[in-house]
Every structure is written in structure tokens, then in C-alpha cells.
């Protein structure tokens, strides 16, 4: 089987831009609580001050909630003349996508799909996913975002649990469905910063070969182990053009 290589580092000094997934990712934990709509407002003015390129206004397909709240947050970016670009969750599946080019139409503003999907062999083994199958998801999310004339951007699950072979084919059916941008996850904070650098390394290596040597990578980590920051900078260091994070939230006294 193949194996990750290490890399020299690539960083020349140039910043990553910040992705802010607090509206999104931030609450999915079961001790946090989704604030009413005024405070996800303070949020995204909070996230201007701080520096912040692109922030997540949801995942609309979740209820109408969730569509109710990114229209509202959209909108705020919009007449307030936030200068976020807005992004929002999906699953690989048209209807998913069609729900953020619904939000995009409501609100006049652009939105970069961000569809998800798991590629791991355990999710595979119990999703009882093929290859064949992840590829065609990709593929369909691909077209319905390109219908509603809306940037692409693919989201590996679990990249860092993921054999190369595999992720070589997920990267193929990105870059033919039409994807600007590819999201590298450490969905569980299985990695350390010598594995972050080794993903991207090989994540930049796909792209040549595939022809698109100046394809986007974001880094998305999750923080388990406690290696999330030193993972998110050495994955800036190895070459990301984006990298996620989300605010911290206090605990209840």
C-alpha cells in the first residue's frame, strides 16, 4: 500500500485565509446551545474584527431553522457590507445543494458550497459505500452546484484516515465535477503536526498530477488529542490556502 511522504515545507510567508465554522461545526457539540439569530449576527461582525475570510452561515437542508437563519445572516453580510464570504454545508446530494442556492437567491449573495462527504474504510464499511459510489455523489453535487452558478468546494471526511489510493480517485472526481477547492478534514483529531504537513504534501502532489497545480486546500481539524492549532499550522506551513476554526465557547458557571 502506498504511504504519506514527508515534504519539505512550501510556506513562503503569504497568509492562509481564516475559516470560520462556528455557526456551523461550533454548535454541533450537546453541551453547546444555538443562539437566537441576533447573537449569530454579533458573531459574524465579531469574526470582521478578528480577521476572518469566509464564515459559515449553516447547513440550510438541516429545517427550516437553519434556512431561516442563513437567510438572515446572509442578508446581514449583504447590507451591512461585511467583507465575509459566506459558505454553508451539505451533503453530496442535489437536494442539499439546491437548499444553499435557494439561501443564495434570497439573499443576492454569492455562497461557496461546501458538500461533505466520508471516504474512510470505516465509514465506507458501515455506510456500505463503494468507490464507484463516493465518486458519483461528488459528481452530482457537482453539477447542481454548478446549475445554480455557485463556487464548488469538496470536503474529505476523515482525509487523514484515508488510504491515498482512494483519495486519489475522491480528487479526480472533485477536479471533474468542477470543484475550485478541496477540503482536507481531520475529522477526529487523529493527526499530529508531522501527519498534517504529509497529507497536504501528498493533497498538493494529486493536484499536479491531476493538472491543477493551483487547486484551493483548506485544512479543517478537529481537536481531540489537543493538536488542532499545531496541526492547522503546520497544514499552513505544507502549502493550505485555507484553514477552519471555530470560537471557543465558555463553560457554564
Not at 485544512?219 to 488529542?225: E, F, Q
Request: glycine content about 8%.
Amino acid at each position: 500500500m502506498e504511504h504519506w511522504n514527508h515534504a519539505e515545507p512550501r510556506w513562503s510567508g503569504a497568509r492562509a485565509r481564516v475559516v470560520d465554522e462556528t455557526l456551523r461545526d461550533g454548535l454541533q457539540s450537546v453541551s453547546a446551545s444555538d443562539p437566537p439569530i441576533d447573537r449569530k449576527i454579533a458573531m459574524l461582525h465579531a469574526m470582521v474584527n478578528l480577521g476572518v475570510d469566509r464564515a459559515s452561515i449553516g447547513l440550510p437542508a438541516a429545517g427550516p431553522r437553519a434556512v431561516r437563519d442563513a437567510v438572515a445572516l446572509g442578508r446581514e453580510i449583504a447590507s451591512a457590507r461585511l467583507p465575509l464570504q459566506p459558505t454553508a454545508a451539505a451533503r453530496t446530494t442535489e437536494g442539499d445543494v439546491r437548499a444553499i442556492a435557494s439561501v443564495s437567491e434570497r439573499t443576492g449573495q454569492e455562497i461557496d458550497v461546501y458538500a461533505f462527504i466520508g471516504s474512510s474504510p470505516i465509514r465506507c464499511h458501515v455506510e456500505g459505500w463503494t468507490i464507484e459510489l463516493l465518486v458519483s455523489r461528488v459528481q452530482l453535487a457537482g453539477e447542481t452546484a454548478r446549475r445554480a452558478n455557485l463556487p464548488y468546494c469538496v470536503v474529505l471526511e476523515d482525509t487523514t484516515r484515508t488510504p491515498p489510493e482512494v483519495l486519489r480517485a475522491m480528487f479526480a472526481a472533485a477536479v471533474d465535477a468542477g470543484a475550485i477547492r478541496v477540503c482536507l478534514c481531520d475529522t477526529v483529531g487523529h493527526a499530529d503536526p508531522a501527519g498534517a504537513a504529509a497529507v497536504v504534501a501528498f493533497a498538493r502532489t494529486l493536484a499536479r498530477e491531476l493538472g491543477v497545480p493551483d487547486l484551493e486546500l483548506d485544512w479543517h481539524g478537529h481537536n481531540d488529542r489537543g493538536l488542532a492549532l499545531a496541526n492547522a499550522l503546520a497544514a499552513v506551513r505544507a502549502g493550505v490556502t485555507g484553514v477552519h476554526g471555530t470560537a471557543a465557547r465558555a463553560p457554564r458557571a
